[in-house]
């Protein structure tokens, strides 16, 4: 790689972690004094405190990742052009297209590193930060065990032993449900498996068995039950649906269409994450493109402020269908994937134009 480019590259990747350790401070500072509050009504150990904050400051970093990298480029052209170091890679020959592209793929890498590597972390991150609080912090529930992707619930009369196929506990595997009273065994339920539509619980392949009929078992192919559980108690912690894993999106998916329940949502937030890494790139390349074609070594503030309100028209307009799209409206989706495409095709045209 050339020396300029590695210059280049290098002051990059400075920008960026300044903005990414400038945002990061800024939210875990909201979030420390947010529940900070709360946490000293629970006196509880401090460091379970520090702990939660940890995980919610990662899983923050989804959140403004992309925002920050995109706004990376536009603040790097102005440090050039306040240290006269871009008036020199023009007076040195280089065209406004050569750095545009350079920093361009610049943006593209690192939120294509940094956005996969984040993609990967937000779902523990996000599930540890609100497993801390609610069940080492809060003490939400006390009956309920995780081992070996198997939940472990002891409800006021019965104990359950399942393994969900989708994070909203609405899909279960090898269910076993005993009824107790005063800790004696009253009735057994086994199943293969069970889902939960209108307020009821499908059982597949269920075998019952009953004292009052010396547990003798019953066979069932299949079984409506009205189980004393809803699949808000059967989750380790209630997450939204965009802290949810692509993997824990896709068995939602297919949950929902398997029982014929709108699946709208799901598809909307497994597009979101698959669009993620080209909005940096979305939200950048048309400022740093108004920066260099309004640049002069007499304007430097006028370029800047121009690409700067660009950048947040741009980050606005995705802000808006993101929304739109989270309720359902599929002409948003199709207006920001037609936008994402004209972006980067725009970058291709600069990056491999003669």
């Known amino acids: ?53 940890f995980w919610k400051s990662l899983a923050n970093f989804y959140e403004f990742f992309p925002f920050v990298c995109g706004l990376s480029g536009i603040l ?37 590193m940094g956005g996969l590597a984040i993609s990967i972390i937000f779902p523990k991150a996000a599930f540890l930060s609100l497993y801390t609080w609610d069940y080492k912090i809060a003490e939400k529930r006390e009956y309920y065990l995780i081992f070996n992707e198997q939940i472990f619930l002891r409800g006021s009369d019965f104990y359950l032993i399942a393994k969900p196929l989708e ?25 293969k498996e069970g889902y ?19 547990f003798s078992p019953e066979f069932f192919e299949n079984l409506e039950a009205d189980l004393p559980l809803k699949p808000e108690t059967l989750v380790v912690v209630e997450k939204p649906l965009k802290f949810l894993s692509m993997k824990e999106l896709f068995e939602r998916y297919k949950f929902l269409k398997m029982v014929n329940r709108p699946y709208e949502e799901v598809l909307a937030e497994i597009f979101l994450k698959v669009i993620y890494i080209f909005i940096p790139l979305f939200l950048g390349l048309f400022p740093m493109v108004i920066f260099v074609k309004n640049y002069a070594p007499s304007q430097v503030i006028e370029p800047f402020l121009k690409s700067l309100i660009w950048y947040f028209i ?19 989706s199709i207006l920001l994937f037609l936008s994402i495409v004209i972006s980067f095709f725009s970058f291709l045209l600069i990056l491999f134009k003669k």
């Open 76 to 112: 790097l052209l102005f440090w050039l052009t306040r240290t006269g170091e871009l008036l020199a890679f023009f007076s040195l020959g280089f065209s406004k297209k050569e750095i545009i592209s350079l920093i361009g793929k610049g943006i593209f890498f690192f939120a294509l």
């Open 196 to 214: 939960y539509k209108s307020k009821k619980w499908i059982l597949k392949e269920v075998i019952i068995q009953e004292d009052t009929k010396n």
């Open 1 to 53: 790689m050339r020396i300029y480019k590695k210059y280049l590259l290098a002051d990059l990747i400075k920008v960026n972690l300044l903005l990414l350790f400038i945002f990061s401070v800024f939210y875990f500072l909201v979030d420390f004094f947010e529940k900070l509050g709360s946490f000293l009504s629970f006196k509880k150990p401090f460091y379970l405190f520090l702990a939660y904050v």
């Open 167 to 191: 994070p909203k506990g609405e899909y279960l595997q090898d269910i076993l449900v005993v009824f107790v009273n005063k800790e004696e065994p009253k009735k057994v339920i086994w199943a």
């Open 314 to 332: 741009l980050l606005i307009f995705y802000l808006f269908l993101q929304a739109l799209i989270r309720k359902g409206i599929f002409v948003a």
